[in-house]
Structure formats: structure tokens, C-alpha cells
């Protein structure tokens, strides 16, 4: 069976996609927003109108869509109109949404313990320890190359991490020695984390579902996803008065208030405050109890 031919007006989106080196996922992602904006229209997009765009702006937000989804689809219509079409002035007026910044969910040095032991096998299990051990993003880790370990240096090499910028990461020695148990298993070839097919390394869905039954083995009743371990990762290390700053550096954060993020969940950090409460002198003396 043929597969269905692409527009035009699509391999050329395509087209100015590859020129900027965007990755796969933005691809998919951009050409998906245009999808769903045209589903919309009821016509072909090139033939929206300003009024279109704020009129499916409108119903976005009356249907509910999340502040991710609809800045995702305000920065792939922006590119559409602006370098696609070379028609800026069509999408000037969509707007960002602002997104509520939330506390993340941080898992107890004895969750994450629980967790680890919980995973379902020992690729899996180095997997886990290897996003919670060294604060790396899902995409981060099943991109892992057996040729990324440094042993010598005690490091991960990251190529081309969020921002399409490589690297290096803590390589703790327990970490090292759950990679090295896991290579001694599964003898794997390019991919540190193969997925079904050797040749092609874990996908995300695997290594989220992976967590998933994980915390439900492990009985955690927290919220859990892959992101957790990252987000536990960091703050631990501020738990234990490691510098924010260093922090920054091994999570590979651009701005130094991503990470500063974390002090609003590091417990032991908030317990050591004294409150200035404490630290006022009465106003009045106590009042002796009459003789």
C-alpha cells in the first residue's frame, strides 16, 4: 500500500524545519499543531485569516487545553505564517500563556530506594539509577551510549541534551557499578539501554512505563514519573548544602532560578531557617505570679 503523498505547502514547513536543524520531536510536534489548527479551520491554512488564529486561540482555552499544548501550537503557527509562508503579520497577535510554576513531587531517600529495587529487571534498574543518580532527563538516558561512560574521569558524556547542547554528567562509583552489572548481562553493542530491537536504543514510553510499575510495585503513592528522579536528584544535593550553582551546572539548567526552584522543596534547607519570629526579644517582661 502507497503511503499518502505530502502537500506541498507541508514538505515546505518540512523543508524550512531541516534548514534550522530542528530535531525530530519538534517536527512532529509543529507539523501536528498545523494539523490540529487546520481540523479547525476547515480549509486549507494558508488561507487563514488574523481573526482564524485568535478565534482557535479562543477555543483552545474554552476547551480546557492545557498552557503547554497551546504555547507548543502558538510557536509552531508562528513558524508557519513568519518562515513558511513569509506572512508575519497573520500570527502577531497569538500569545504565550503563562504556565503556573508547581513544586514538584520529591521522593524520600527511602522511596527512591524502594523504587530502584522495584524496577522491573537489571536494565531497567540501571536505567532508574542512572536518571536519579546523575539528575539526567529521560531523553538523556535512553540516549546513552556505552561509548559515553568515562571511568577513568568518573563522567557521563551528554550529547546533545535539551537545547542541543552536550555535556558531562556525575558518574557516581554505585552508579558505575549498575552500569558495569548491566553490561556484564546484556553485552550491549552501541545503545547503553537497547530497546526491543538491539540496534535501536529504549524509547521513552518504555522507560516511563518502567517507572510507572515501579512506583506501583513499590507501593508509592506519591505521583510519580521519570522527571521525579531529576527533580529528587537536585534536591538531595541541596539537602545536603551542595552550591546551587554546581547544582545548575550537573542538571545543565541555562538560567541559575531553574534550579533555585528546588529550595522551595528541600526540606531540611527550609527546617534550618530560624525563623525571625524566634529571634525577637520580649516586649514586656513575664509578669510574676503575686507573692
Known sequence: MSEKPISPLRRRMIEDMTVRNFVEKTHNDYIRHVRTFTAFLGRAPDTAA?????????????????????????????????????????????????????????LSLEEIARLLEAAPGPKYRAALSAAYGAGLRVSEV??????????????????????????????????????????????????????????????????????????DMAAIKKRVTPHTLRHS???????????????QVLLGHARLDTTALYAQVATNVIRAVMSPLDRLTPLTSEKKPPA
Open 142 to 215: 535512553v540516549a546513552l551510549k556505552v561509548s559515553d561512560i568515562d571511568s577513568e574521569r568518573m563522567l557521563l558524556r551528554i550529547e546533545q541534551g535539551k537545547g542541543r547542547k552536550d555535556r558531562f554528567a556525575m558518574l557516581s562509583p554505585r552508579l558505575l557499578e549498575l552500569l558495569r552489572d548491566w553490561y556484564r548481562i546484556a553485552r550491549p553493542a552501541v545503545w547503553l539501554f537497547p530497546g526491543r530491537d538491539p540496534l535501536l536504543p529504549l524509547t521513552t514510553r518504555q522507560f516511563n512505563r518502567a517507572v510507572h510499575a515501579a512506583a
Open 50 to 106: 488574523p481573526e482564524d488564529l485568535r478565534l482557535f486561540q479562543l477555543h483552545q482555552t474554552q476547551a480546557g487545553v492545557g498552557a503547554p499544548s497551546i504555547n507548543g501550537s502558538v510557536a509552531a503557527l508562528r513558524f508557519f505564517f513568519t518562515v513558511t509562508l513569509d506572512r508575519p503579520e497573520i500570527a502577531r497577535h497569538l500569545t504565550f500563556v503563562r504556565e503556573p510554576r508547581k513544586i514538584p513531587v520529591i
Open 233 to 247: 536528584f537536585a534536591t538531595h544535593l541541596l539537602e545536603e548544602k551542595t552550591d546551587v550553582r554546581l547544582i
